[in-house]
């Protein structure tokens, strides 16, 4: 080694024994984690892969081992767990365990100071899974304008923590994964919100259009808005790929999660009811029927569907153009058709019906009277910032 290289080799070796996260950020700033030898008992790795959602409809994503959605994942709620995390792509990233209740150098969240995965590295978590339930994973790496980053692409996976008793009994389990690919930018307008339940404001709902109006009139074209030419569910465009296959008589626990990065999606089945008995991975104090299921982006259901109308049906989107684009699947009863038979799967637009959460709330709980009261004002300045849309509350 010549002079000048040793010099610069062991300058940089002393500046890495001073810096904490960017250089060494394979291995999570836990104990437990440098601890614990031989083989994972998960192990994921991120990479890009080829996946076809469609009839020679095949996109290139980053994905969690070589599959979208990434594996299930099924954790025992309370007993510790060691995943090994393999970062193949050129840039750093971040897996979050969304909805359980971790240490931040596992969370895998920047903003609570996990540790970047760096770039062609790996690091190895250990941690006690928790609280049991429906919960997920997925990339948050922040996506900014770059449509091709963060949970635009296809790093979204389930996680299942399993309790020490399931709130309702069922015959088997189903898990979907709601996702859109191929986003673009747009200058449109906002998703209507008449499905949910409540009174709206109408000084309140005028002063944000009295915005928008003064906004265009200032020569503002609308705020970038995202939109999607692929909608899938578990990968797979309405059609394309294998049915949910029941049978008469069986009570099919749903799991299904909203893995968009900015759509509101709605579910439904005809002549089928969902009785809700979690959100979010939680068990709802009263679990309830209703006709449709609506999920926010991240949101996740579990659900009971009781199979007692045969034949070919739609599981899909409420919305006719995203629906046609594939956000559907098939459910397709036992003997519904014969070997050789084709029947078109039906779809009937099931009528309409508000979204309420108060509706899966314990109607015998008397709710306290506040001990405070802070009202919140969520405003839209138009374009504000570079063309998109910057939030407020309370100004």
């Known amino acids: 080694m010549q002079r000048r290289e040793f010099l610069k080799a062991s300058g940089l070796a002393a500046l890495a024994a001073g810096l904490p996260a960017v250089g060494r950020a394979a291995q999570p700033m836990t104990a437990a984690a440098t601890t614990v030898a031989g083989p994972a008992d998960y192990t994921v790795h991120i990479d890009t892969g080829l996946i076809e959602v469609g009839p020679q409809r095949i996109l290139s994503m980053t994905t969690y081992n070589g599959q979208f959605p990434g594996p299930l994942l099924r954790f025992k709620a309370g007993k510790p767990v060691t995943v090994d995390i ?17 240490p931040d150098s ?6 609570e100071r996990t540790p970047y995965i760096p770039a062609h590295g790996m690091r190895r978590e250990v941690f006690v899974p928790g609280p049991a339930g429906f919960r997920f994973y997925h990339t948050h790496v922040r996506a900014g304008a770059n449509l091709h980053r963060g949970q635009y692409d296809g790093q979204v996976g389930p996680v299942y923590i399993e309790p020490s008793h399931e709130p309702g009994a069922f015959d088997r389990e189903v898990f979907l994964t709601l996702k859109e690919f191929e986003p673009f930018f747009s200058q449109g307008g906002d998703m209507a919100m008449d499905f949910l339940a409540g009174a709206a404001d109408p000084a309140l709902k005028q002063r944000g259009e009295d915005a928008m109006r003064a906004s265009l009139a200032r020569g503002m074209k609308k705020g970038y808005e995202v939109g999607y030419r ?9 059609g394309f790929g294998e049915p949910v296959r029941v049978q008469r008589g069986e009570r099919v626990l749903f799991h299904i999660l909203n893995g968009s ?135």
């Open 86 to 102: 393999h970062n193949h792509t050129d840039t750093s990233e971040q897996l979050h365990w969304h909805g359980q209740f971790l």
């Open 106 to 111: 596992v969370d895998g969240a920047a903003e």
């Open 230 to 238: 692929i909608f899938t569910i578990n990968g797979r465009q309405l």
């Open 261 to 395: 990065a900015t759509e509101i999606r709605s579910l439904a089945l005809p002549g089928h009811r969902f009785k809700v008995l979690a959100l979010d991975g939680n068990p709802v104090p009263h679990p309830a029927e209703v006709p449709v299921l609506w999920l926010g982006t991240a949101e996740r259901i579990s659900t009971i569907v009781e199979m007692e109308q045969p034949g070919v049906w739609v599981l899909g989107d409420l919305a006719d153009d995203d629906r046609a684009r594939g956000m559907g699947i098939v459910v397709e009863y036992a003997g519904a058709k014969g070997k050789s038979e084709w029947r078109k799967p039906e779809w009937r637009k099931p009528p309409p019906m508000q979204w309420d959460y108060r509706r899966f709330a314990d109607p015998s709980r008397r709710v306290p009277t506040p001990d405070e009261v802070i009202e919140m004002s969520f405003a839209k300045d138009n374009a504000a910032d570079h063309g998109f849309n910057r939030w407020t509350i309370n100004g």
